[in-house]
């Protein structure tokens, strides 16, 4: 049958997206400190109720957005969070100011937003997709 093959994949992908989400405590998601280090432009670090210490730069979580502009981006050209896009070819060199927030937004209790200085703004960093996402030392070792 043809169409067994198309639905052997649909479930594995489901199989694979369902993996990836077990609930994570409510202590490792809850932030007691956050500081997003505007001033110094060096990134965001997050105290939660667990004791961990999470930290990522600004330039890390720019290229993490998570709206589904960015997303869908990402997923077509298999880049994971945090990587930046392959620059175009371009016969000259040009210095590009590094992105940083020029706001960061609480939204309710359980996100942030922020405003770029490339203009972008859509992404809600939910504290559960910064947790899974930390990069910390601990955690982004292999
Ligand atoms: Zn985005
Ligand atoms: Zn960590």
Redesign the pocket.
């Given at each position: 049958m043809s169409h067994e093959g198309i639905r052997i994949v649909s479930e594995e992908q489901a199989r694979r997206e369902d993996g990836g989400h077990e609930k994570l405590p409510p202590d490792a998601v809850t932030p007691v400190k956050v500081r997003v280090k505007k001033t110094e432009g060096t990134g965001v670090e997050i105290d939660w109720k667990d004791g961990h210490r999470s930290t990522w730069t600004f330039l890390w979580l720019r290229h993490a957005?998570p709206?589904a502009?960015?997303y869908e981006d990402r997923e077509q050209t298999g880049r994971p969070p945090g990587v930046a896009k392959p620059k175009e070819k371009t016969p000259l060199v040009m210095y590009e100011a590094p992105v940083k927030p020029l706001e960061a937004t609480q939204v309710g209790k359980y996100a942030l937003k922020f405003k770029w200085s490339d203009g972008?703004e859509?992404?809600i960093y939910s504290w559960e997709y910064l947790r899974r996402m930390c990069q910390c030392a601990v955690c982004t070792k292999p």
């Open positions: 957005c709206c502009t960015c972008h859509s992404g």
